[in-house]
Every structure is written in C-alpha cells, then in structure tokens.
C-alpha cells in the first residue's frame, strides 16, 4: 500500500513534451515541455494570447497538437482519451452553460457523462463547496458571470477527478468570490491529494496557491519552476523614485549597484538583496539625490513583468 | 450512448425553440381545417368543375382522407424548413453557446456524441411528424369523417376505397420521415461546419430551396443531376395514392402503380443520410474546438 502510495505521489499526471500548435503561419504554441507531479498546484502564467487555453485545450484533446506528445497518468491523450477523461474535471475560459437549465440539473446532466455512478447528495455537496447551494434550483440565465464560474468550477468537480483543470477560474469573481476559489483550490490539494492544473493572467492568484509555476509568452516557456525557489524572498524587486531618476540611475549604474538593475521602460528597479535595500538608499543620499520613495514590488506579477519584458 | 441521447433529448425539449415548430404546425392545420369546415363545399365545388360534366361523384368528397391529402401536400414542403431550425443548430448552437468544449472534453468521444446528436435530432423531426400525422390525419378523420378518398392527378383522377387508404398514409408518414431525416441530416451536416447558429439554418433552408428549384426546373442540363438530388424523391410519398388498374380501368385494391419508383426514392435518401452523417462525422473529429 505505502509503495503505491509513494508511486502515485511520484508519478507525473501531466507529461506534456515538445507539442507545437500552429494555425496557419501564427504559432500559437510553440515546443513547450513541462511535467505536473500527482497532489501538486501547478500555475500556469501567461499574458492573454500567450498560448494557455490552447494548451489546456490540447491537454483535453480538444485540440490536435501540431507535434509532440501529451501524457496523462502516464498515457497517451490521443491514444487514451475515454479512459483518461473519467479522470478529469475541467473548466475552460468562460463559463459558458445552458441558460434555460439549472444549477442542479447542469451537474446531474454532467453526472450523467461519467461511468461511475454519481449520487444526489454528491451533487449537493459539490454545489455547497461552490457556494451556490442556495441558487441550486435557478436557471443559469439568472446568474451573475461569478456564480457562472463556482457552477462551472462545480461541473469539474462533480465527478470527483483527480485532475483539476481549471483555466482562468477566478475571473469575474468579486474579491471574496477570488478568496473563496483559491481556499477551494488548495483544500482540494492538500485535504484530497487532487492534481490541480490552474491557469491565469492574474498572478497574485497563482502566487499564493501554486507549488510550481510555468510561464509562457508568445507560446513558448519563459521559466519554470518551484514558486517560491523562483520568487526568491532572500531577494527583492524595489522601484526607487527620486527627484532625479537619470542621475539616480547613473550613480547607481557606476556603483556596486549597478549589477541589479532590471530593464524597464519606465522608472529605476533592482532587484537585489533584501539587507542592500538600505545601503542603497544610503548611496544616493550620500550621491546628493533625493530619495522619495523606496517600493518593494515581491510579487509574481514584477517577475512575470521582468521575465516577459525581456523576452 | 444511450445516457448520452437521453442528454441531448433533455436539452432540445427543456428548449422554448423546440416548440415553435409544433405550435408552427398545429396553428397552420388548425386554420386550414377551420376554412375548409366553414366553405369546404365551394372549395371541392372548385375542384370538380372541370370534370362535373363527365362524371358524377357520390358521398363525400372533402372528408378526413382528402383534407389530409391536402395538408401534406402544402405542409411538407415547409416543415423541411421547421426541421432545420433545430437539426442546423444541434452542434453549432453548441459552438456558439461555448459548451461544445464541455461536451467534448467528458470520457465519449466526439464520434459518440456527434450519433447521439444525430439521432436526439432524428426522434425529434419523427415526433414533429407524428404530430403532423396526427393532426392532418386523426383530427381531420374525426372532423370530416371518412369515405373514399378522391385525388385529381394532372390528367387523371384516381379514387381509392376508404377501407384501402389507410395503410397508405402510413406507407406516406414512413417515406415522409426518410424526407425529413434527410433535411435533419444535412442541417446536421452545415451545423457542424459552422460555429454560428444562424448560418447552418439558412444554409439548410436554402440548399434545400436552391435543390428543389433544380428538381422542378425542365432543363435539360438539370435532368443529369436530378435522379442523385435528395429533393427530387421527398415528394414520393405521393406515389403510395397512384394506383393499379386492371383492364377494366377498376382500381386493384392493395396495389400501387410505381413500387419501384418508391423503393429508388428510399435508397437515395438513405445514400444522402448515411452521406451526411458520415461527413459530419469526419468534421467534428478532424476539427479543432476554439469555441
């Protein structure tokens, strides 16, 4: 039992290698590689248009890659499909359902589409975790773009998968909408051992949910790895504001500082080490500049901002 | 599979759209049957002008039989067209709607759904057509009672006992559901080409007006197409009401004229169901969801 557990925590749900997609002349995916190991939040990052749904959309075999493979529970996807999919709960961009059905009757309807037989109260249960009990008997037309998305959250999960896909999940939430999703999403990680893939353009989501992130641009991998190996706390993103910024950033460039400058089109950032942070300071004082404002920016969105304006 | 078309008939009726060809034919039967009920006399007086001088006609000329004769001949033209709006619309309203990719990313394949659509889709043009049949035919029955049925054919006129018509209009609703299943077909086949709703229902609406135009038309560029085209045989039904004479010119009862005529017009519309179905098929698998 213990090695079979230890199997299943070592093994890659997603194994996706070297898959291409291409639509006409434009690349929307280009050779991306990346592997999600079982009872990991994966983040998936990516501007809008940086090639995620359509990757997500080829991890459903909803689209055909172009080249490359795609495993999943160490199958092939084209080869596996049917038995693969009864594993699987996904939601994909928008929310979109059947206005003229209910809540209850969207997921007895996708209950319907699973060989394993799926209880009444597990419908309840689901719409509970969701938040949407109490509108469990309305029709969809009546929803907010919100409760759309907890349903359509509620529709991946009713089966019980053991893969989570979840694209964009939190847009059109409210900000407790937004707090309520990532609880969920890392309740289903760490309480029921789930593999969840998220995907989003709103990094400070991903950030406090996901062991593992992967960002792509333009289709193709900009980084990857462990979130909090990637965001360095030892290491800070600061934008220093001065009455001066072009000789600020001259002495900073011609001292021992010159080496964390970051590329940006506006404004002076570094990205150095927490304890510098005030030496810095100190050296534009001393350089006669003024400092009015030191802003730590530690958060996934700078690095993204960083990474994908180098690229 | 069989949970599968349970899905899709859930979805098309808990549709309002599903209705209005329903209420489309029931509001159509129902006028015409109330005109004729009220100056069906003068009517059948108009259709027997021609020939009141050579032949003497007793009993009752406008009776169930003949108002449902009557009906068919101007309702199946049409409800092609009520058949389209929902069979056009089965997989692309799904695109538009955004929840083909749900569908498409559940453990059955795209194969299994696209059948399941195709024959949801085909239960519901059969039960428009029980419908039909059931209006047209029971409900007039029940109204204008029975007797023969009398027809005047272009240059003939033929008159069937009551006891003989019967099993006729069941030969004619069985033929008319392959005419309809063919319609269904090929709006399911634009439906899955499109990622629009509105598009497959006018395409199907007018390959159908565009196909029917070429069957009419006496040109004859258009005759070496005509026996392959699906709209030259959906009006065969008729066929079932011709019937044998023996050489005393009395109708053989039982028999009709041209079984073979029936027969080619079945085996084309079934050729241009499995056709289009097949298509479909091969669509839809080959076709990347970006809805």
Redesign the interface.
């Known amino acids: 039992m213990f090695g079979v557990f230890c199997y299943y925590y070592s093994m890659a749900v997603i194994k996706v290698e070297n898959i291409s997609k291409h639509f006409g002349t434009l690349k929307a995916v280009d050779d991306l590689s990346f592997e999600v190991q079982a009872g990991q939040v994966f983040g998936f990052l990516g501007q809008n248009g940086s090639g995620k749904s359509t990757t997500i959309r080829m991890l459903l075999s909803l689209i055909h890659p172009s080249s490359g493979n795609i495993e999943l529970f160490g199958k092939s996807i084209q080869k596996n499909r049917d038995s693969i999919l009864e594993q699987v709960g996904a939601i994909i961009e928008r929310p979109d359902l059947y206005p003229y059905l209910s809540a209850t009757e969207h997921l007895q309807l996708f209950a319907k589409v699973r060989k394993q037989k799926i209880e009444a109260s597990s419908i309840t249960s689901t719409l509970e975790k969701v938040g949407l009990a109490h509108r469990a008997k309305d029709k969809v037309q009546t929803f907010s773009l919100g409760m759309k998305q907890r349903l359509g959250i509620a529709i991946a999960l009713v089966h019980n998968p053991s893969l989570i896909i979840l694209d964009e999940p939190t847009n059109g939430l409210d900000p407790q909408g937004i707090a309520d999703i990532r609880a969920l999403i890392q309740h289903l990680a760490k309480e029921e051992g789930k593999t969840v893939f998220v995907s989003s353009h709103l990094l400070s989501e991903i950030e406090q949910v996901a062991h593992q992130i992967l960002i792509i641009h333009q289709g193709k991998k900009m980084v990857e790895g462990v979130t909090k190996e990637l965001l360095d706390p030892e290491k800070r993103i600061v934008q220093i504001k001065t009455t001066n910024d072009e000789l600020a950033l001259a002495s900073i460039r011609t001292g021992s500082f010159g080496k964390y400058i970051l590329a940006r089109k506006e404004g002076i950032h570094l990205k150095l080490p927490t304890l510098e942070i005030a030496l810095l300071n100190e050296s534009l004082v001393k350089a006669g500049i003024a400092v009015l404002g030191i802003e730590t920016k530690n958060s996934l969105e700078d690095y993204f901002l960083q990474i994908t304006s180098n690229a | 599979m069989w ?2 078309i ?2 899709e008939l ?2 098309i009726f ?3 759209r599903t209705y209005i060809a329903f209420g489309a034919i029931a509001a159509l039967i129902v006028v015409i049957q109330l005109g004729l009920k009220i100056d069906g006399d003068a009517y059948a007086g108009f259709l027997m002008k021609d020939i009141n001088d050579t032949l003497t006609v007793d009993g009752k000329v406008l009776n169930g039989y003949l108002i449902c004769y009557i009906l068919l001949q101007l309702l199946l033209v049409h409800v092609p067209l009520l058949v389209a709006l929902i069979a056009a619309d089965m997989i692309s309203g799904e695109a538009n ?3 083909l ?9 795209r194969t299994h759904w696209v059948l399941a659509k195709f024959i949801a889709a085909s239960i519901y043009t059969i039960l428009l057509l029980i419908w039909l049949a059931f209006l047209a035919l029971f409900v007039s029955m029940w109204i204008f009672g029975t007797d023969d049925l009398f027809l005047m054919k272009s240059n003939y006129v033929v008159l069937i006992e009551q006891g003989d018509v019967l099993w006729r209009y069941v030969g004619a609703f069985v033929f008319a559901s392959f005419s309809l299943l063919t319609v269904t077909s090929l709006g399911f086949l634009m439906s899955s080409l499109s990622s629009n709703s509105i598009g497959p229902i006018v395409g199907t609406m007018s390959a159908i007006v565009f196909f029917t135009i070429l069957s009419t038309l006496n040109i004859p560029l258009f005759n070496v197409v005509k026996p392959y085209l699906f709209t030259t045989h959906m009006n065969n039904w008729k066929e079932f009401f011709d019937i044998k004479v023996n050489l005393n010119n009395e109708a053989i009862r039982g028999s009709i004229l041209n079984i073979p005529k029936i027969k080619t017009s079945l085996m084309v519309l079934t050729l241009h169901i499995i056709l289009f179905v097949t298509a479909s098929v091969i669509i839809i698998k ?1 076709k ?3 809805s």
């Open positions: 949970s599968l349970q899905i859930y979805k808990r549709r309002p709607l955004g929840t990719r749900l569908l498409f990313s559940t453990p059955f394949s080959k990347d969801i970006l």
